[in-house]
């Protein structure tokens, strides 16, 4: 015969164990003015004998669920995993749960999980690089307080944070032809669409490729493989870039993820990284710094990005009406063994 299922422990059940009303109880849970250390002490003791956990809906419908959605593109790029680690530092102390989903990189995915975190009455939103029209996340962020991580561009409606890509992207350059590169190629994310050509990472990324070789003399060198912002999009990238009739002797890959993809082509060219083309990357992923591969990237510093995005989150849910804000990080380039002279 099957045993009952157990009864969910509730305020009321916490107050009479405790000796005092569901009112202290609940004053105890909101930290809320007017209870006493004994009180608190009681209360505390009760719900930990009790193993009482307050309800997530019961708490929506008085105003607050203390969950924040993070929405990233998608789960295999260690830089997100950085922008995450950030996040969840700065909400360490708060009574704030994170909680994550995957927008796969395409603008109904996207729909499905925004709108799905807004049915859950989450407090507020991180959207890490989403690809959604500008009206749409504007739309959003009226319905509920949003940061979005990794897009450029100004909006009444929510707080941003950023790299200067275009600083990044001249980094790379600048460093290759101090080492005496003149042929450098780039590897983008193949990218149509208007606005995000103006906001996307991805787009600045290559905007600023083209203004620092022009920067430098090297306008005729110019050259772009167009894939995707992953490893097969390097590996295609870099497979384009060897048979041209002239091959490069250095490559900036627009993301890190992307220079695994194209690390992997060079090798199964039977050519040699840095000896005969040199790689650099972008985000300084935990990838980067792994010793046997050492690739030279762009530092953006994720885990700063993912606490500016969780201050700016909160004091948006506190204050709703303030003027947004734009942050944006200076990036470093960290040189590593996969560039060298020519």
Request: hydrophobic share 45%; net charge neutral.
């Amino acid at each position: 015969m099957d045993k009952p299922a157990t009864r969910r422990v509730t305020i009321v059940d916490v107050a009479r164990h405790a000796q005092v009303s569901t009112t202290a109880v609940s004053k105890v849970l909101r930290n809320a003015y007017g209870a006493s250390p004994a009180m608190r002490t009681k209360v505390q003791q009760a719900i930990a004998e009790l193993g009482y956990r307050p309800s997530a809906a019961a708490r929506g419908l008085r105003g607050q669920t203390y969950t924040i959605g993070v929405m990233l593109p998608e789960l295999r790029n260690l830089f997100f995993a950085d922008i995450l680690d950030g996040i969840t530092a700065q909400l360490g102390d708060s009574d704030y749960q994170v909680l994550l989903a995957p927008g796969c990189n395409g603008e109904k995915a996207e729909a499905r999980v925004i709108d799905a975190m807004i049915d859950r009455s989450m407090d507020g939103l991180v959207l890490i690089a989403p690809v959604s029209a500008k009206s749409r996340l504007n739309e959003v962020a009226r319905s509920v307080p949003t940061v979005v991580v990794g897009r450029h561009g100004t909006s009444p409606a929510y707080d941003s944070v950023t790299d200067d890509d275009l600083a990044g992207a001249a980094l790379v350059v600048d460093h290759l032809v101090e080492l005496g590169h003149r042929r450098i190629a780039h590897i983008e994310h193949h990218e149509t669409d208007r606005v995000r050509l103006a906001e996307m990472p991805n787009a600045q990324r290559a905007h600023g490729y083209r203004e620092a070789m022009i920067a430098h003399g090297l306008e005729a060198e110019i050259d772009i493989a167009s894939t995707t912002y992953t490893q097969d999009g390097g590996y295609l990238g870099a497979q384009q870039l060897l048979d041209r009739l002239v091959r490069p002797t250095a490559i900036f890959a627009g993301a890190d993820v992307v220079a695994l993809g194209a690390l992997e082509a060079i090798a199964e060219a039977g050519l040699s990284v840095p000896g005969d083309i040199s790689v650099a990357g972008y985000d300084n992923s935990a990838l980067a710094a792994f010793g046997p591969i050492s690739l030279t990237s762009v530092d953006q510093d994720g885990r700063q990005m993912g606490a500016n995005a969780a201050r700016l989150l909160i004091d948006r849910i506190g204050q709703r009406d303030r003027r947004t804000a734009q942050v944006k990080l200076s990036p470093t380039l960290v040189v590593r063994r996969t560039t060298a002279a020519l």
